[in-house]
């Protein structure tokens, strides 16, 4: 359950320059943007390096670039420099506190941080608004937030704006059929796992650890051993290392 969010980081420019900027002769504004567009360029590339000078020269020219700001908390939180990710990511919340994508990164940060009460707050800012473009995102995150907390009725809720989204998200499927388990709601649990089931079935997604695990336990809620028996079989060859396989076997003993 603590295992990150599904894609950690939004897409904060809707384009990316193809091509290097020019930043010649242009104003203020104009030239940090092109380098906070490089450094996004970078950082989808995997040159962090680069990505963090191109976000640190688009913050000198421009002190109030939030846009920078998120990016060099997102490089930061790659290096594992949690102290500087967390101290960039306030600063760009400060500047511009209603950007859903800014809050929904942030709030991804404190989650890989196991600090699920402060994360829950920052996902449920992202969700407000009606015209961010992975709003379905944020209520899938927000609501594998909520689990962590065991509030269940909060997650449920989540799940289901972000399925109402979007109607074929496996991992919000998966994750409503859990915590409708969780809540003794099997009857409906079943219902949105079977769909999940129906997206395996056209090969739209594949099965995972923990979708396995949570068909295992549903096939034995159905008295379907036989299914149950080969989810687990599919689980032991695929994952065998995971934690949803030693939750099984500790099961089956």
Not at 37 to 62: E, M, V
Not at 151 to 159: I, L, N, S
Not at 232 to 238: D, H, M, P, S
Request: with cysteine; hydrophobic share 40%; glycine share 4%.
């Amino acid at each position: 359950m603590k295992s990150c969010l599904v894609v950690l980081f939004s897409v904060l420019l809707a384009a990316c320059a193809g091509n290097t900027p020019q930043i010649n002769n242009t104003s203020r504004d104009s030239a940090s943007e092109a380098y906070t567009q490089l450094g996004i360029q970078y950082l989808r590339d995997g040159d962090n390096a680069n990505a963090k000078q191109a976000f640190h020269r688009a913050s000198q020219i421009d002190p109030d670039a939030e846009l920078a700001y998120n990016g060099l908390a997102m490089v930061f939180q790659l290096e594992d420099e949690s102290t500087l990710a967390e101290d960039y990511f306030k600063k760009a919340v400060a500047i511009t506190p209603d950007n859903a994508a800014i809050r929904n990164n942030y709030g991804a940060f404190l989650f890989s941080q196991n600090r699920f009460e402060e994360a829950c707050k920052e996902l449920a800012v992202a969700t407000q608004d009606p015209f961010y473009n992975q709003r379905a995102q944020a209520f899938e995150n927000l609501g594998r937030c909520y689990q962590n907390l065991q509030r269940y009725p909060a997650a449920e809720h989540a799940f289901k704006r972000s399925l109402n989204l979007n109607p074929n998200r496996p991992v919000a499927l998966v994750e409503l059929a859990d915590t409708l388990l969780a809540e003794k709601q099997t009857d409906e649990a079943i219902v949105y796992f079977d769909r999940f089931g129906e997206l395996v079935d056209n090969r739209q997604v594949e099965h995972y650890a923990r979708s396995l695990w949570l068909g295992i336990r549903i096939s034995r809620i159905k008295n379907n051993s036989i299914t149950a028996a080969t989810y687990g079989l599919i689980l032991k060859n695929l994952f065998p290392d995971s934690q949803e396989y030693r939750e099984y076997k500790e099961s089956s003993r």
